[in-house]
């Protein structure tokens, strides 16, 4: 049931074209409203193959009978038990460890456990060391062999930018500021913790994003989850994005407002729940809501998706709500500047009321900020738990986020950051495209430096990291519960430190492996190589 | 992918086996468990249906041959 917006105007009036949205079917693939985007928006989820899905959930049964049998042989104590239990003296209470999450760690996760927490003794830049350890009793403890394996192409980092580097401008300013403040701050930002530093890196990343103010936190975490519950509270409604980050869902959490869910990027869901929140108010009062917080990221990291902004502002604007845009994974790595996912869209950032992002992915350092107006980063000054109690960044740290942070904007007098972020996007789209024309399933935005690809199998999971560490290169790869159950996927992160060698001796490694495991699960035709003379003859004849 | 010889190519098979059935992230004696198990199952449905088959498919043709072939020997018998 598709209505035009004509039709629409004339039956009651409404002079938007969103209500002619509401009655679309949804097609995640369409772009809607197409005005709104200045390029085209090109996402992809390839529907999992049935035949894969069938024997995944074949491999999870047998795995989860091996487990009921393992977890037996424990109880009756055939089999020694090195997993954490409860006490004799606890038996007769509500058992802690029975609940699936501790089944599968138990008995799936602790099999494949040499694929993470890998010790690294170098800079994570695009190569790093590892220190090799071996397992003697499946993986319940590790042993290092005092060897150490050099140069592993790292594609786990999230360098986007290259900035995680010990040698250079950055790093020598970053030792300059140790020099000079020490290391340690010693006191929250409202005792005696607010250096000159501070005030200098919130007044060039308040420049930066374009935004009247900025405050900085020591931890990107703790950013989303102390703040949130600053801004709202009881009889506010938050509708949160399906796939968020657990910092936003624990600070929506905190907070004590209602929280409704909309589906994953998935706008007619957002109209949906915004007109249903305006009508009927607050549940049994039907009161109005105080404030209704729109919480959503950048680039989602699992799925390698980038939001659709410039719809969710239109709505924002229309339905009178507030929007809080978490930039962790986008800031520094999208828009022709590197200022983030509003510039990517050339939107402007005084229609994100709350800017949000972090310091650890693009600019090598650790910490978050928040930028918006000047009363609201005043109001947070004085009201966010984590300025009262934690302790303020770090100098050292604050000093590398202004130095690459100048860098990216060219305000250092070389070509260093234009020329970091076109490496980026160009690494970023042939690596993309590569991976696709191998034949791989590769979820999400084409523009997206974060790419995730499909193993669904448990056992390739574990075979998957074990094969690319055999051939030299880091990978991460995910399975549940950071992701649906028969959803697994590798995660790569391209850099702007990757040169081209590099990312062809990693796809090299990854054609190979993916011939070894049969990972070349898309469906999809690929676009054949253009005949030249005889496509243009063809059409003529038409 | 191209494998040099025989032998190598029955060692990616075993591999796949591994991988799909789930049972590559298992101990060793684990996987002797499942393999003598799924394969004792194989032997006995491959046993049955050596013997059994033959018998059933006989039996089946008759039954249908008796329907049809019946009836027109009985009509012929009336026309006669």
Known sequence: LALSPHTVLKMDGWMDVYICNFFVPQNQNVTHNSSLYKKPFEESFEETPLLVAVLTYMGYGILTIFGYLRDFLRHWSIEKCQVAREKEEQKDFVPLYQDFENFYTRNLYMRIRDNWNRPICSVPGAKMDLVESVSHDFNWTFEHTGRVVKDVINMGSYNYLGFAENNGACADAAIEATEKYGVGVASSRCEMGNLDIHEELERLVARFLGVESSMAFGMGFATNSMNIPALTGKGCLILSDELNHASLVLGARLAGSTIRVFKHNNMQSLEKLLRDAIAHGQPRTHRPWKKILIVVEGIYSMEGSIVRLPEVVALKKRYKAYLYLDEAHSIGALGPNGRGVVDYFGLDPKDVDIMMGTFTKSFGAAGGYIGGKKELIDYLRCHSHSALYAISMSPPVAQQIISSMKSIMGEDGTTLGADRLRQLSENTTYFRRKLREMGFIIYGNDDSPVVPMMLYMPAKIGAFGREMLKRNIGTVVVGFPATPIIESRARFCVSAAHTREMLDTALEATDEVGDLLQLKYSRREQPLPSLGWMAEESLLQD | ?80
Do not use: C, D
């Open chain 2, 1 to 80: 992918m191209n494998f040099k010889s025989f032998r190598e190519y029955l060692s990616w098979l075993y591999y796949q086996y591994l991988l799909i059935t789930g049972i590559y992230v298992l101990e060793p004696w684990e996987k002797s468990i499942f393999s003598s198990i799924l394969f004792s199952a194989i032997g006995m449905v491959i046993y049955t249906s050596y013997v059994f088959v033959p018998i059933h498919v006989r039996l089946a043709l008759e039954f249908f041959s008796g329907i049809f072939g019946g009836q027109s020997e009985s009509t012929m018998a009336l026309i006669n």
